[in-house]
């Protein structure tokens, strides 16, 4: 079925947005403000289901529907059991932040002015890279990546898709060594 | 105004920055290992976001296939920050069973 | 004014595009209205039935006292749950307790967003749908730990994080299965789609449900996808996060009133959700059965008469029943209930066989058909089995399900190499089929 | 098989009772909980969902009925037994009563013993169709609740027509029956035992070959015939073990040697082989029902016994099998006409100490499907 989206383009593209965007910087700040590491998973969801909007709006379905399907399913979950299997209480109890937390905000923002910089210099001046009209019809975002990743004419992912696979691999036995009791 | 309406590139590597710094002052500043690993998150998806920015602005400029390698990048991204969550609660789980915290700065012993 | 008219019935000209597709903001409302109000009443409905056919089963009766049959009962409940008190206990989170319901019930709506119920009657299509579906309904996940964590007590605790290690572990399964069947849509005109509305239509014109097809690899792909889906679901035999003998409730122990009523709700949502799944992908969607065999227009017309005598019968039934109700004035409000209900069914049905109306409600009414024959197998479940133990639900989905469903995604994929579309299927059911198996985490 | 003279004490190792163990994790089971049979307490300690250990608190229902006895007469404390196994209650008041007349050398006449053998059948039948029911419950399967229920109500029908009472029926006196049978009863109870052959095959059907079931039964809460003698575990518990021990042919009380009938047992002592003991026992119990209801002689039901009973100073145990197990009444007399001491020795209490024993190593879920299996009923556990 042809959902026909570059024929028909998101409405309300700047209001979406802007909207998505101060969901995920609010939850961005909640994350690493929250002395309850819950609260704080719970605000890096919400950050992350937003981001999944913002992808949808950028033409990347497949991405979004991966960005929910792992990020918020799968990643959260893990991070949510942990978080029951550790005692929190203690630690909400003690210092939330490190001794060096004014150097570690000062790099952070110099970090930022470098950003700032960069991002006036090369577009000062000229365009801000406008994303205009999709080029394509969109319906088969999904067959497109896989292509990409199979495909020859394109440059292959294969190997890489290969070796990531074998990367999770390495994660699940890791993960399992790593916290397993008694093996 | 023209520029608040129109919702360009820029805008998207802004908050993409703007992530990216929360989580940088997240890890450089939070001492519980889980919100730490949870910055590190909030990084991994900023870049994800400029991965994703410049894959649509690359489609409008050249279109084709190859525009789409943004989105694969994301991908793999998505797939490493699985496999990176997994093995880092693995080792915090293990740290929390011998030392019982979750503090960065008390691991200060390269062995227990 | 005529331009907000022109615009409300410019939808109405276009042909076989769901309101999403067309980006017609109204009729996208009107939709996502129709779906709410249906899924509530659904549920509703669905309540009563489940208490009746399983008093049925064990031999009583069932509800009998609000309205005729006990008709009413459900929304004596629904409204004895919403006066009732809002409990938070004392040394709960209790933002996190106030919030984890609301995450149950949004992930078990929002999937209906996609759900086709017919070739335009969805809410949108998009062209992740299923791999969205499986998605969204995987964030329920998070409200059910969030509840039992929230809740600060043992029992809640353990149920959730059973629970949700019974979700995670069988939405592998569900996965494998899904992709199988997502490998035969390739063999379609359009090749290969995650749409659902696409799923359905690559089934029509393959002149197959996927049950049927590479026979025996899609009975098997839909047997494993009917078992992970009762244990997604929570539902018996796999109700062991809510083992009442167990742990007395489960991630919900310590919740009432509405905000209970709330898990209810997104319990049976998800419920008609994963049996919307299976439908779509397995039996043929919004497709009348023998679409092939028995075509021809008598034999539309044949069909398409199916509802409006469905529910004059459902009207049949009740006015029989009037007759057998006691005589006693007692029953007298009883009795004139039971026929007003009836004559209210009669009146649908005979609205169902104007031509008009007819021809739309069709593929509704066969998607609805075979979800709740989904719903009465859940009961029937839920009335003969005992409960798995936790151990052995596990072993069930990661010793048989997740083997038997790789193998399967094995001998699909070659069955569908050997009809030579390599490049169109292999590829994209690989790329989903990876994405599910990261779920693993 | 196992002699039950030969079997030395059990020596349980008792586990330390450090509940600091950050791996453990202790949870209270009950007394408000839907599977504990009443106000069972049950501390668990959890490693992961494995029981590392258990202790059971009891006495949330204690009250005290040995102690009243003690302020009673031999007849006024008659009813109170019905109170202790509510579930089987004509079995205690058949221990009871033929505990005193042991004690004043009196006999029921013939008449008298073939009805209580038919009624106290009855009611380990519906002793055994409620623990069916529930245990099943317990397990998840809640059909075979409401069959049970069903049919065990016919059985309450045919008590309530005796005399009045549905589940503390009060059924004997000592000596005998305060009443003569109604008109019907025999038609009664053999269309009962008509109506309730093929409802045994029905829950067979629903459970014995159900997959799930097997499942959570077999090799479940596994108890070796040894452990069970050791720990004085009695009834179907210690039938299924393997080993043949069975009141009514070991000790023949009443009449029973009157009657043929088997003594199922099984074989791995696991949950299921418990199960099968109890349904093959539902179906020998309508073989004794129907033995007896032919063969019902004609006579008075009350043997002569002093209007106010003194019985001799000297001391009585006697034990019958009830639906759960050996329950023995150890009378012992002053001569007054109130006992000196009565202790019960309940069959629920002594099964319930195998608790620990069976559910070590096995999983919560399993402790539910052990409670179950075991048939304790609080009310004689504490009393």
């Not at chain 1, 042809?2 to 961005?28: E, K, Q």
């Not at chain 1, 991966?66 to 210092?95: C, D, S």
């Not at chain 3, 998605?135 to 964590?149: D, Q, R, Y």
Request: net charge neutral.
């Amino acid at each position: 079925m042809n959902s026909s989206l570059a024929a028909n383009p998101p409405v309300a593209t700047p209001f979406f947005f802007y909207l998505l965007a101060a969901v995920m910087i609010v939850g961005g700040i909640l994350v690493i403000t929250r002395k309850n590491a819950v609260h704080s998973a719970l605000a890096l969801i919400t950050t992350l289901l937003a981001q999944a909007g913002l992808y949808l709006m950028l033409y990347a379905p497949f991405v979004a529907g991966v960005q929910i399907i792992l990020y918020a399913g799968g990643i959260m979950v893990l991070f949510l059991f942990v978080i029951m299997l550790i005692n929190i209480e203690r630690t909400m109890k003690e210092r939330q932040f490190n001794k060096q937390w004014l150097v570690g905000i000062v790099a952070a923002g110099a970090l930022g002015g470098l950003l700032i910089a960069a991002y006036t210099t090369t577009t000062g001046g000229r365009t801000l890279f406008p994303l205009g009209r999709q080029s394509y019809v969109d319906g088969d975002n999904t067959q497109r990546i896989a292509m990409l990743l199979f495909d020859n004419r394109f440059g292959t992912y294969m190997f890489a898709f290969e070796i990531a696979s074998l990367l999770l691999l390495v994660a699940i036995i890791g993960a399992v060594v790593m916290a397993k009791k008694r093996i | 105004m023209h520029a608040m309406l129109d919702i360009s590139t820029l805008h998207y590597l802004v908050l993409g920055a703007a992530l990216f710094l929360l989580g940088v002052i997240g890890v450089l500043t939070r001492r519980n290992v889980v919100i730490v690993l949870m910055s590190i998150e909030l990084i991994l998806n900023a870049v994800n976001l400029n991965l994703v920015a410049f894959s649509r602005y690359w489609q409008s400029v050249h279109g084709g296939l190859s525009a789409l390698q943004g989105q694969v990048f994301a991908i793999f991204i998505i797939t490493d920050a699985a496999a990176e969550a997994a093995i880092g609660l693995g080792i915090l789980i293990a740290f929390f069973r011998n030392k019982e915290t979750v503090n960065v700065d008390e691991v200060d012993l390269l062995k227990w | 004014m005529n331009a907000i008219i022109d615009y409300i019935q410019s939808y109405l000209r276009t042909k076989d595009v769901t309101p999403g597709g067309d980006g017609n903001i109204f009729w996208a409302t009107v939709y996502i209205l129709l779906v709410f109000v249906g899924l509530s009443v659904a549920v509703i409905a669905m309540n009563w039935l489940e208490r009746k056919i399983l008093a049925h089963m064990q031999v009583r009766l069932g509800p009998m006292r609000v309205g005729p049959h006990g008709l009413l009962q459900p929304i004596a409940d629904a409204i004895k749950l919403l006066l009732k008190e809002d409990i938070i206990p004392a040394e709960a989170d209790a933002l996190v307790f106030w919030v984890a319901p609301f995450i149950v019930v949004l992930a078990a709506f929002t999937v209906f967003v996609v759900v086709p119920f017919g070739p335009e009657h969805a809410i949108t299509d998009m062209n992740i749908g299923i791999l969205f579906m499986l998605g969204v309904s995987s964030l329920s996940v998070l409200g059910i730990v969030t509840a039992g964590w929230a809740s600060n007590s043992h029992y809640p605790l353990i149920g959730a994080l059973r629970s949700s290690a019974q979700m995670v572990s069988y939405e592998v399964a569900m996965g494998l299965a899904v992709v199988s069947a997502i490998m035969m849509t390739s063999l379609g005109e359009k090749g290969g789609t995650l749409s659902m509305i696409g799923i359905v239509e690559s089934q029509y014109q393959q002149q197959e449900w996927f049950l049927f097809k590479f026979f025996p690899l899609g009975v098997i792909a839909f047997g494993i996808f009917a078992i992970a889906m009762v244990a997604e679901t929570n539902r018996a035999p796999f109700d062991l996060p809510e083992a009442e003998s167990e742990l007395t409730a489960g991630f919900h122990t310590e919740y009432s009133g509405f905000r209970w009523s709330l898990f209810f709700l997104a319990e049976y949502s998800a419920m008609i959700a994963v049996s919307s799944i299976a439908v779509t992908l397995w039996l043929g969607g919004w497709l009348r059965p023998f679409p092939n065999a028995l075509s021809g227009p008598t034999w539309e017309l044949a069909f398409s008469l199916v509802p409006g005598l469905a529910f004059v019968f459902l009207a049949a039934m009740c006015f029989y029943n009037t007759a057998r109700m006691p005589k006693h004035p007692l029953f007298r409000i009883q009795t004139m209930g039971l026929a007003g209900f009836g004559a209210l069914l009669g009146l649908i049905g005979i609205v169902l066989f104007l031509p008009g109306v007819r021809e739309r409600v069709q593929d509704v009414f066969w998607f609805a058909a075979k979800v709740a024959a989904f719903m009465y197998l859940y009961i029937w479940y839920r009335g003969t089995f005992p409960r798995y133990r936790f151990d052995q639900l596990m072993r069930v989905g990661w010793k048989v399900l997740l083997p038997i469903g790789l193998g399967l995604l094995i001998c699909t994929g070659l069955w569908v190499m050997r009809v030579e579309v390599w490049h169109e299927v292999i590829v994209p059911a690989w790329l989903g089929c990876i994405g599910l198996l990261r779920r693993i985490f | 098989m196992i002699d039950p003279k030969t079997v030395s004490p059990l020596d349980l190792d008792t586990p330390d009772k450090t509940f600091l163990d950050a791996n453990e994790l202790v949870i209270n089971m009950g007394p408000q909980h839907p599977a504990t049979h009443g106000v069972l307490r049950v501390i668990l300690r959890l490693d992961g969902e494995k029981v590392m250990g258990l202790e059971c608190v009891i006495g949330y229902l204690h009250r005290g009925v040995e102690k009243i006895a003690e302020n009673r007469t031999y007849t006024m404390f008659n009813p109170y037994v019905d109170r202790m196994d509510y579930v089987a209650a004509v079995s205690n008041g058949l221990g009871y009563c033929e505990a005193i007349e042991k004690l004043l050398s009196v006999e029921a006449p013939p008449r008298a013993q073939y009805i209580r053998v038919i009624l106290t059948e009855l009611n380990r039948m519906a002793s055994h169709q409620l623990w069916l029911g529930t245990h099943a419950l317990d397990i998840g399967a809640i059909t075979p609740l409401f069959y049970t229920f069903r049919d065990r109500e016919e059985i309450l029908k045919i008590f309530e027509k005796y005399c009045g009472a549905r589940l503390t029926t009060h059924a004997f006196r000592i000596g005998g029956l305060q009443y003569e049978v109604y008109d019907g009863f025999e038609k009664d109870v053999r269309s009962f035992v008509k109506f309730v052959k093929p409802k045994i095959d029905e829950y067979e059907e629903l459970l014995t070959t159900n997959r799930i079931w097997l499942e959570r039964t077999k090799g479940v809460g596994v108890i070796s015939g040894k452990d069970c003698i050791a720990l004085g575990v009695t009834g179907p518990v210690l039938r299924a073990s393997g080993v043949q021990w069975d009141l009514r042919k070991a000790q023949p009380y009443a009449n029973y040697k009157n009657f043929e009938f088997d003594i199922p047992t099984g074989k791995n002592g696991d949950t299921y082989d418990r199960y099968l003991v109890r349904m093959a026992e539902m179906r020998q119990s309508l073989r004794i029902i129907e033995q007896a209801v032919e063969g019902i002689p004609e006579g008075p039901v009350m043997a002569k016994v002093p209007k106010v009973m003194k019985p001799p100073v000297g001391e009585v145990y006697h034990s019958i099998e009830a639906p759960k197990g050996e329950l023995g009444y150890f009378v012992v007399s002053d001569g007054s006409t109130q006992p000196y001491r009565v202790r019960v020795r309940p069959p629920s209490f002594v099964n319930l100490q195998a608790l620990d024993l069976m559910c070590r190593d096995q999983l919560v879920a399993d402790v539910i499907a052990v409670i179950g299996t075991l048939d304790i009923v609080l009310g004689e556990v504490d009393r």
